[in-house]
């Protein structure tokens, strides 16, 4: 069986932190390709679930059910026991899942997904698998589209107008102020600065409990202020962790785009920092998964593109 790596946190939040990611990556997992699509691309209204962007989805022709958009997520689709069933989802066979650290793996089913369909296309011959339990309330998250979904594709996330649409245009070449190429690999990796400081920085549209978030050992190379303080408890799939917050004396950027991020929560699972959601509420977030490139247009302020 093959091997994903979960990140589920949720369990025992402390100090109104809700903690509400559903899904993150490894780097042992293979793209599983884009999908054959029909129909014609058009905007969707994007939903959110605690802050993270999503849509609603037909799953052969049944639904609609909320799909979070996870841009740390592999794979196509996943959907939960209870969507499956509705949708007539037949098991294909078992995985192995476990958190980035490898430990305790669990066992989740895989389906059989002939059509998945969104903002004006049909995905066809995808894959999906099933969604573990987030460990916190629920709401009405149904599945998480991943990226592979897009390989072939521009996917747009309209945070400002609450749009999702996916395209066939590429980006222009990456200039270092707005657009951004990022490295082979499951995770969109991006030169994230706080102050003069560069982290390497996981764009996660999935993690929906802070702007930022860093290693821990980054944190006393930071400028900051006042005392670390304790604002939650993270769970994976086979841990859970303390979760801690200080406020920046610092501006977090990358090229022209500046953050609006006050205060840097650690530490992460993986030795990256993490942009979430929170950190793009007032931009356009365009992925162009063919070229490997990204970018962020802040549509806040008068002077807004």
């Given at each position: 069986?093959?091997?994903?790596?979960?990140l589920?946190?949720?369990?025992?939040?402390?100090g109104?932190?809700?903690?509400?990611?559903?899904?993150?990556?490894?780097?042992?997992?293979?793209?599983?390709?884009?999908?054959?699509?029909?129909?014609?691309?058009?905007?969707?209204?994007?939903?959110?679930?605690?802050?993270?962007?999503?849509?609603?989805?037909?799953?052969?022709?049944?639904?609609?059910?909320?799909?979070?958009?996870?841009?740390?997520a592999?794979?196509?689709?996943?959907?939960?026991?209870?969507?499956?069933?509705?949708?007539?989802?037949?098991?294909?066979?078992?995985?192995?899942?476990?958190?980035?650290?490898?430990?305790?793996?669990?066992?989740?089913?895989?389906?059989?997904?002939?059509?998945?369909?969104?903002?004006?296309?049909?995905?066809?011959?995808?894959?999906?698998?099933?969604?573990?339990?987030?460990?916190?309330?629920?709401?009405?998250?149904?599945?998480?589209?991943?990226?592979?979904?897009?390989?072939?594709?521009?996917l747009?996330?309209?945070?400002?107008s609450?749009?999702?649409?996916?395209?066939?245009?590429?980006?222009?070449?990456?200039?270092?102020?707005?657009?951004?190429?990022?490295?082979?690999?499951?995770?969109?990796?991006?030169?994230?600065?706080?102050?003069?400081?560069?982290?390497?920085?996981?764009?996660?549209?999935?993690?929906?409990?802070?702007?930022?978030?860093?290693?821990?050992?980054?944190?006393?190379?930071?400028?900051?202020?006042?005392?670390?303080?304790l604002?939650?408890?993270?769970?994976?799939?086979?841990?859970?962790?303390?979760?801690?917050?200080?406020?920046?004396?610092?501006?977090?950027?990358?090229?022209?785009?500046?953050?609006?991020?006050?205060?840097?929560?650690?530490?992460?699972?993986?030795?990256?920092?993490?942009?979430?959601?929170?950190?793009?509420?007032?931009?356009?977030?365009?992925?162009?998964?063919?070229?490997?490139?990204?970018?962020?247009?802040?549509?806040?302020?008068?002077?807004?593109?």
């Open positions: 069986m093959m091997h994903r790596r979960n589920l946190l949720g369990a025992g939040a402390v109104g932190l809700a903690a509400t990611k559903a899904f993150a990556c490894g780097a042992q997992h293979p793209s599983f390709g884009a999908p054959r699509t029909r129909g014609r691309a058009q905007p969707a209204a994007m939903l959110s679930f605690h802050g993270m962007p999503a849509v609603a989805v037909l799953i052969e022709g049944k639904g609609p059910f909320t799909f979070g958009i996870d841009t740390g592999p794979g196509h689709f996943m959907v939960t026991k209870e969507v499956a069933s509705a949708a007539g989802l037949t098991v294909a066979g078992q995985i192995q899942t476990s958190d980035p650290s490898g430990n305790n793996p669990v066992t989740i089913s895989r389906f059989k997904l002939g059509e998945a369909s969104f903002g004006g296309l049909t995905f066809m011959a995808t894959q999906a698998d099933e969604l573990p339990p987030l460990g916190a309330p629920g709401g009405d998250l149904q599945g998480v589209i991943g990226m592979d979904l897009f390989d072939g594709q521009t747009v996330l309209d945070f400002k609450r749009l999702v649409s996916v395209s066939s245009e590429r980006l222009a070449a990456a200039d270092g102020q707005t657009i951004f190429d990022y490295p082979a690999g499951e995770l969109i990796q991006l030169p994230v600065k706080i102050g003069d400081v560069t982290i390497p920085t996981h764009l996660d549209t999935g993690q929906t409990n802070t702007a930022m978030m860093a290693p821990a050992d980054v944190i006393p190379r930071l400028a900051t202020h006042g005392q670390p303080r604002v939650g408890k993270a769970r994976t799939v086979s841990q859970t962790m303390e979760i801690f917050a200080v406020a920046l004396d610092a501006p977090v950027s990358l090229g022209a785009v500046r953050f609006p991020v006050t205060e840097v929560v650690y530490p992460t699972v993986i030795p990256i920092g993490n942009l979430g959601s929170a950190a793009l509420q007032q931009m356009v977030v365009k992925i162009d998964r063919p070229s490997r490139r990204v970018q962020f247009v802040d549509k806040a302020g008068p002077s807004a593109v």
